[in-house]
């Protein structure tokens, strides 16, 4: 009988001997949809400390949300927290390298293309959108602290404070990346951090 039953998990006695089964392996979702345009910012092409930024930005952008705020004569409620969407991450990557490759820091590229179209070719159904970009030059990048101050940035100003807070936007998208930037009458090139934070609501 003991013979019959080694290595088996009947009966109360024996139950405590047996290892409990292991869960399923669960892969983590993709940083970004396997889409074709997206294969350039996709998993194992952006630096990983990086897409840790980004996601310490989101962090940050719900802390404020969870207690509310004021962004000048507006004041905001608690909001519930946004959600990194992959369509949305590919989006604000893909803007952030465009504007590092062309030297612009703009919501809309130089053919005119805004957020919406963009998310148009990424197959998200927006209802309501909002984007809005940042660099930050430091003569020493530091990923982390460079998603601190931008949030800050963004907090402080008025044109961009409202899409940290508002209700309407429920997914949100964020790329961050170090480059140069060249200031107007500047010598030389600085050290930055480019950003792109596109928000919306699907349809």
């Keep these: 009988m003991a013979t019959a039953l080694r290595g088996t998990c009947v009966g109360a006695l024996l139950v405590f001997a047996c290892d409990p089964p292991l869960p399923p392996e669960q ?45 000048g004569e507006l004041q905001f409620a608690p909001a519930p927290p946004l959600r990194m969407h992959p369509n949305l991450r590919c989006a604000a990557r893909l803007h952030t390298a465009d504007m590092i490759e062309r030297a612009y820091v703009s919501s809309v590229d130089p053919d005119g293309l805004g957020l919406g179209a963009r998310l148009g070719s990424l197959e998200y159904p927006a209802a309501t959108f909002a984007e809005v970009v940042a660099v930050v030059t430091e003569d020493e990048v530091d990923e982390l602290d460079d998603a601190a101050d931008v949030v800050t940035a963004w907090r402080d100003n008025l044109t961009s404070c409202w899409q940290l807070y508002a209700r309407e936007l429920t997914d949100v998208g964020v790329g961050g990346r170090e480059a140069t930037y060249m200031a107007k009458e500047a010598e030389a090139p600085q050290r930055a951090a480019y950003w792109t934070l596109s928000l919306a609501a699907p349809r």
Excluded at 33 to 62: F, K, S, T, Y
Aim: include cysteine; charged fraction near 35%.
């Design 27 to 71: 892969e983590s979702p993709p940083e970004v949809p396997d889409l074709r345009a997206c294969d350039p910012v996709a998993d194992g092409e952006w630096p990983e400390p990086w897409a840790e930024a980004e996601a310490e930005v989101l962090a940050r952008i719900n802390e404020l949300r969870a207690e509310g705020g004021r962004c």
